[in-house]
């Protein structure tokens, strides 16, 4: 007879691992006993040593499906004795490095009940067990024990009660556990919270086919609900709302309902269905009966599935897709509390659905998409936060690394733990800056987290970077580039040196100009600038983004000697009023607010503008999005030349774009030029990439940067980097956008601090 003692750390709390292991113990013959520790999970074993090994093995092969394993430690113990397997109550203790399990999709032990006529729980719209339900958002402290959740106030009753003591029953320890007897309840409100008698869901559906905006509140916060075929409503939604330009994500009952509407491949099959439950970006079939109004301009729709059992009540209920937007007016984060709804989203709303389930933290959905045969995230919170990105550690302090401004998210960075919130939003009014702080707050505690080192982007006037200069800590500035192919590199946890190549919007360069079109000789430890994207002006500066049509007369300028000239040009292309005209003109030629940009991003602008597409932009990157979206390939390419005579070398876009005019000129459609120009964007990439591998010897190639969230581009790129043998990266568990930013700052500060520590 042996003795071992077994040490499990991971996500193996509020996952069903005890029972597990319980049971597999009983399985194959051993005594002993199992708790959760502050750490994990600590399991006594004793048995002969055939017994012993199966035992082992089906704790790392058989695992829950929601756990993950991060390590097991196996030591002998000292001999004890025991009649049977136990599960014994949790000990305490300071350390606090137990993971914490984001919520979860609605399970299919669970929906099966849901929809059973005959079972205690049906239609109940709180139904969840250890593999599913809500985790992060009702959590107000460690260890996940029930009265440490905004699950405390109700008292189970007796059945409930007996499957949360049962070992073997699927709800043993499941926090959240409920029924319509002892659980939360769910109403019907109207704009003004009077409550409406009835079956709230079956009411709801009856409303929504009439063309009624309802807001539901979810598991991290509100949503909302219309009617996705309806081009009225919808537009009605956007008008309230006041979000004009940008897509809305649609809720679809099912797989094969979502595959009426787009195509779905078998690993965007898999994203659609898996407990993470993202909106998955799917490219969208022609006759979708979907409007026209929820996706403007784009041939991809964000489509996810029913992840709550309140959510699966509704789409059976209603026979058309939802649209499921997140609860907010625009730019402002998304409403969790039913006063706040009520008072922020009484006016957006015809009637609500409230409950009295508290929501801890605000969750908002996550966005997917697959490229290149694997997931490659866009937005990453519900079903991903709270849960660490695993890193290779140097070993240095702990870092909190504030991000950057757009799309944000922070990094609290702990070994080889990088705990990324979820995603904050636009960090552009003070309630986005309360939502940080809660956040950030959230995290520390839940993790005993304490930073002892602050980085930030450097860009002098982000919110984020004010922040940094507040707080009571050493302080490291990182740029946004290098934060970006730093961040690529340790998302697929690589080391070494890479040829980054960082193309997005905007980012605040070293030397005081705005980047964007980069290509960065790059370690976590610093970066060498060793070419960019032709340098040119933005009159008006960060107007650009918005008025694409100035971005474009910057390019002009460049291409013709007088700006005068430029003038005339861009008039023959589009509507420039007289006094517009002559300002950008004066703001050229006396070079007054206008910075140089590397932008590649702009540059995308620019060639949808200059095709006709738009020359106003509703959201950043919009004008690129639509020229992606009708880009016909045809494997023709326009001109450029990488002038390596200059130090950084520079891809000299001029001659692209006086080919595009000659396009435009000669009455080429935009779908045409749309190709031709990407062609050309992925050939630029590839051919400094190439030639900055000669030169370097390195093979490595990191791709980051909000530009890369054109599939289009991006797959042209990869595939010519590979065809040269070139070794490209992608980001796979952290967006490329400036979501991604976080965790490269956080990487670079950890090491540079390290270094000044020895
Ligand atoms: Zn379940
Ligand atoms: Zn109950
Ligand atoms: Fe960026």
Redesign the pocket.
């Known amino acids: 007879m042996r003795h071992l003692k077994i040490e499990a750390s991971g996500i193996v709390q509020g996952v069903g691992f005890r029972p597990f292991v319980y049971r597999i113990a009983n399985e194959h013959g051993i005594k002993g006993s199992v708790s959760n520790t502050p750490g994990g999970v600590r399991i006594h074993a004793s048995g002969d040593g055939d017994q012993l090994y199966l035992f082992l093995r089906a704790l790392k092969d058989e695992a829950p499906p929601q756990a993950v394993i991060e390590e097991v430690q196996v030591e002998t113990a000292a001999p004890f004795s025991a009649a049977s397997f136990e599960i014994i109550p949790s000990t305490g203790g300071e350390d606090r490095s137990v993971l914490i399990s984001p919520d979860l999709a609605?399970?299919g032990?669970?929906l099966d009940e849901l929809l059973d006529a005959g079972d205690r729980r049906y239609r109940y719209p709180f139904?969840?067990?250890t593999?599913?339900?809500p985790r992060f958002t009702i959590i107000r402290d460690t260890p996940y024990d029930r009265p440490n959740t905004s699950m405390a106030k109700f008292t189970m009753c007796p059945d409930c009660e007996k499957e949360y003591h049962d070992p073997a029953d699927?709800r043993f320890h499941a926090q959240p556990n409920a029924c319509p007897v002892c659980g939360p309840r769910l109403w019907l409100a109207d704009s003004k919270g009077r409550e409406i008698e009835g079956d709230a869901v079956r009411l709801a559906a009856g409303l929504l086919r009439e063309g009624k905006i309802i807001a539901i509140k979810g598991l991290g916060g509100f949503q909302l609900a219309c009617d996705a075929t309806s081009s009225e409503t919808v537009a009605r939604l956007r008008l309230k709302k006041n979000r004009y330009g940008k897509p809305l994500a649609v809720m679809a009952g099912s797989v094969s309902e979502a595959s009426e509407y787009c195509m779905v491949t078998e690993e965007e099959e898999r994203l659609l269905s898996s407990p993470k439950s993202p909106i998955v970006l799917l490219a969208e079939k022609e006759g979708s009966p979907i409007s026209r109004e929820v996706a403007i301009g784009l041939k991809h729709q964000g489509i996810f599935l029913p992840y709550t059992p309140m959510h699966h009540l509704l789409l059976r209920e209603v026979d058309f897709p939802l649209v499921m937007t997140s609860g907010n007016i625009s730019s402002e984060p998304i409403a969790k509390d039913n006063e706040e709804a009520l008072e922020r989203l009484g006016g957006i709303a015809d009637y609500l659905i409230l409950h009295d389930r508290d929501i801890l933290v605000r969750y908002d959905d996550s966005v997917a998409r697959a490229l290149d045969g694997a997931e490659y995230p866009v937005r990453r919170a519900r079903g991903y936060a709270p849960y660490p990105i695993r890193v290779k550690t140097t070993g240095g302090p702990q870092v909190l690394a504030l991000g950057a401004e757009l799309k944000n998210t922070f990094c609290l960075l702990r070994g080889e733990h990088a705990f990324i919130s979820q995603h904050i939003g636009d960090m552009e009014s003070p309630a986005e800056l309360d939502h940080f702080e809660e956040a950030l707050e959230a995290v520390k505690r839940l993790f005993s987290l304490e930073p002892e080192v602050v980085a930030y982007d450097l860009h002098p006037d982000y919110m984020t970077t004010h922040m940094a200069m507040e707080m009571p800590l050493p302080r490291i500035g990182v740029q946004h580039h290098h934060a970006h192919v730093v961040g690529c590199m340790a998302d697929n946890r690589e080391e070494g040196k890479v040829i980054g190549v960082a193309w997005d919007g905007t980012g605040y360069g070293e030397d005081g100009t705005v980047w964007g079109g980069e290509f960065l000789l790059s370690d976590k430890r610093g970066f060498e600038r060793l070419a960019h994207l032709y340098q040119c002006p933005m009159p008006g500066a960060d107007a650009c983004i918005y008025r694409i049509h100035r971005m474009a007369m910057g390019v002009l300028s460049k291409l013709f000697d007088d700006e005068e000239e430029a003038l005339l040009r861009l008039r023959e292309l589009m509507e420039i009023k007289k006094k517009e005209g002559a300002s950008l003109v004066s703001q050229l030629r006396n070079k007054v607010n206008a910075p140089l940009t590397s932008s590649a991003g702009r540059m995308f602008d620019v060639a949808a503008a200059l095709a006709g597409l738009r020359s106003e932009a509703q959201y950043d990157g919009q004008a690129a999005c639509e020229l992606e979206a009708v880009a016909v390939e045809t494997g023709h390419y326009y001109s450029f030349m990488l002038d390596r005579s200059r130090e950084p070398w520079v891809i000299d876009t001029r001659q692209l774009f006086r080919e595009v005019l000659e396009d435009v000129q000669i009455g080429v459609d935009a779908g045409m030029i749309a190709g031709k120009f990407h062609e050309t964007m992925a050939r630029s990439v590839v051919e400094t990439c190439k030639e900055l591998s000669s030169e370097t010897g390195i093979e490595r190639v990191a791709l980051s940067g909000g530009v890369f969230q054109n599939e289009l581009l991006t797959l042209r790129v990869l595939e010519g980097l590979r065809a040269a043998g070139l070794a490209p990266l992608i980001h796979r568990r952290v967006p490329t956008n400036d979501g991604g930013v976080s965790l490269g700052q956080a990487i670079i500060a950890a090491s540079r601090a390290s270094r000044q520590r020895d």
């Open positions: 609605t399970c032990d669970c139904i969840n067990c593999n599913c339900g699927r």
